[in-house]
């Protein structure tokens, strides 16, 4: 790839000098802001050997079926062929680099872009050019041009029950490795049922996309900022739970488990103790925040964040895919996609649109954490190098699993990743 | 002017008056003692998808809406503005009327900053009763879906 940054560029280039520790306890502010970091995530991250979230099979259930998404920031299409099978492409035309499709869905057997009518085909080969031969025997193109070297950049695409991710490089390692035999089981434990695709939430942040792939890995913050979960008693620090890695820790499940009534009584105390329970407020409908068992395990919070932009959330009885959209340093958009399953009950449906008040850009366990992104974005902007953020409930050192709720360590995990991937890992880095 | 369109127009000037002044108890009485709220992306209407942002199927859910936004919710310290069109009104019963007005609301930020926060069209079934038009059923249509930064403050 031809290097076209200036001199200065270079010389400000991140290295791995920039960490003040090797255990990424301490993540300096430049990593949120500075546009030439930003400039290589969209090259290494997004456009590298990792695996980003993409979409639902779901989506796209039938032959033609397509949905526009994205890597990075670089839109792409996925579609299903003839065959059954999903198909991804680069949503920029080979000729001049238009859209190719302009729409967010739809059904089609090809796919013209409209500037010049150069047509493809659902795995993205070019189909065919107008006035190849010219006109009346005049212009055209030259006979050796090849519209096999014209095709739409594809993307690479795996479904692992149904998830769909995507790559741009060929030497991605294959998901099943990349996610790891735990994340896998995670992902089965809510996939494996049929889905349903109940809506959307989209949200826009002025902050960087990297303060919301690590906030669900923060398990500190969860019921000290989201003030609804103590003061309505359906999610607690204090609550049995625990953090899972992969065993290269870049991925991580945050979980606790639904508890008896005894245990929550005791536990609200403990909250009160420390005077962080609000009062004794009761909801008119308690449903909002009631979890009804299912699935195979007794996790009334399962929150999975699949580097580098994906989180697949069980809150209770609300489920959810989010995709991070990336747009700049200073915007990301959050791209939520809500859902049941094919065999849901009408009650449980309904219980499940209830309970989606509790997430998106409206959620009441989830609008506070776009203003804490949002205020720390402002506030550190006009830091300099040596300025970083603390990192460190649950000890520094090691990356590890842990069987309790107060720690953030797997944020350390998901920085330490990155770094490897940048290509910035300081001496001795813990991984 | 109509005496019901009149009237529409006076109580959704109260709705975009007492939202965006905070009094949040004169607004809870414009809706009636059976009600529902609903806040819907425009691509989950237009998909024909049932999950919306605020999903409030009774008043007791609207309540507690209002008492979390009081009490535990914290959110961008701002002031709202709604700007509501004239109303579109069809008569559905004896006491029953749909309304439906386009509308949006400008957020301002603490150091005086305005942005155009969303816009989109209300779809409210509003019935009479012996204190006036009282709200039974509101539907919010947003057209701004990407919603900046975060919804807390009634639409």
């Known amino acids: 790839m031809l290097d076209r940054s200036s001199a200065t560029e270079r010389e400000n280039a991140v290295t791995s000098a920039i960490w003040p520790r090797n255990d990424y306890s301490r993540v300096p502010y430049r990593f949120y802001h500075d546009p030439s970091v930003y400039q290589l995530e969209l090259q290494k991250v997004f456009g590298g050997a990792t695996w980003s979230f993409i979409g639902l099979d779901v989506e796209v259930p039938k032959p033609g079926d397509f949905r526009a998404s994205y ?30 499709r302009r729409e967010l869905t739809g059904n089609c057997k090809t796919h013209t872009c409209i500037y010049h009518q150069w047509c493809f085909a659902r795995d993205g080969k070019l189909l065919g050019v107008p006035f190849r031969r010219g006109v009346k025997g005049q212009g055209g193109y030259d006979k050796d041009f090849d519209t096999a070297t014209h095709g739409l ?33 995670y992902l089965k434990r ?39 979960f103590g003061t309505f008693g359906l999610d607690r620090t204090s609550q049995i739970g625990g953090l899972t890695m992969d065993p290269r820790h870049r991925h991580c499940v945050t979980w606790g488990r639904a508890e008896d009534e005894a245990t929550r009584q005791k536990s609200l105390q403990t909250y009160a103790n420390e005077q962080i329970q609000s009062s004794g407020l009761k909801l008119r409908e308690p449903s909002l925040a009631e979890f009804l068992p299912e699935g195979p395990d007794d996790l009334s919070v399962a929150i999975l964040s699949i580097f580098p932009n994906c989180v697949v959330q069980q809150i209770a ?50 609008m506070e954490d776009s203003e804490a992104i949002e205020i720390a974005h402002r506030a550190s902007k006009a830091e300099g190098e040596e300025a970083a953020e603390v990192v460190e409930l649950g000890g520094g050192g090691a ?28 001496v001795g880095a813990q991984r | 002017m109509s005496a019901d369109l009149l009237a ?128 039974s059923q509101k539907m919010v249509v947003l057209d701004t879906f990407a919603v900046p930064s975060l919804l807390a403050t009634p639409l």
């Not at chain 2, 006491?95 to 305005?114: H, I, N």
Request: proline fraction near 5%.
């Open chain 1, 190 to 228: 809510i996939f494996e049922r049929p889905v349903r695709v109940l809506g959307y939430h989209r949200q826009r942040v002025r902050g960087n996309w990297k303060a919301y792939a690590v906030n669900p890995r923060d398990n500190y913050h969860a019921s000290l900022l989201h003030d609804f």
């Open chain 1, 153 to 185: 950049q594809q993307v690479r695409v795996a479904s692992v029950y149904g998830v769909l991710f995507g790559t741009l490089s060929s030497e991605a390692e294959p998901i099943e490795s990349y996610l790891g035999e735990k994340m896998r089981d």
């Open chain 2, 8 to 135: 529409v127009c006076s109580l959704l000037s109260d709705y975009g008056f007492y939202a965006d002044g905070g009094k949040y108890d004169e607004w809870l009485g414009l809706f009636a003692k059976d009600c529902s709220y609903h806040v819907v992306p425009k691509e989950n209407v237009d998909r024909e998808l049932p999950a919306a942002l605020i999903y409030c199927d009774t008043r007791g859910m609207l309540e507690d809406r209002i008492q979390s936004l009081r009490v535990v919710s914290k959110y961008n310290i701002h002031t709202d503005r709604h700007i509501i069109g004239i109303p579109r009104i069809t008569t559905i019963g004896p006491d029953a009327l749909l309304a439906e007005a386009p509308f949006s609301v400008y957020q301002t930020e603490q150091e005086g900053e305005t942005r155009l926060f969303a816009t989109g069209l209300y779809r409210d079934r509003l019935h009479r009763n012996g204190k006036g038009l009282r709200i």
């Open chain 1, 71 to 100: 890597l990075g920031e670089t839109p792409i299409i996925f579609n299903r062929d003839e065959d059954g099978e999903i198909k991804a492409f680069v949503n920029r035309c080979a000729h001049r680099g238009a859209m190719v």
């Open chain 1, 317 to 366: 009885n609300s489920i959810a895919a989010r995709q991070i959209r990336p747009r700049g340093p200073d915007e990301f958009e959050i791209f939520q996609t809500l859902i049941g399953f094919k065999d849901d009950s009408p009650e449980m449906t309904l219980h499940r649109l209830r309970q989606t008040n509790l997430v998106g850009p409206a959620g009441l366990v989830s």
């Open chain 1, 399 to 426: 990356i590890s699993d842990r069987d309790y709720r107060a720690n953030d360590v797997s944020v350390r995990g998901f920085w330490s990743y990155y770094a490897e991937i940048l290509g910035i890992e300081p």
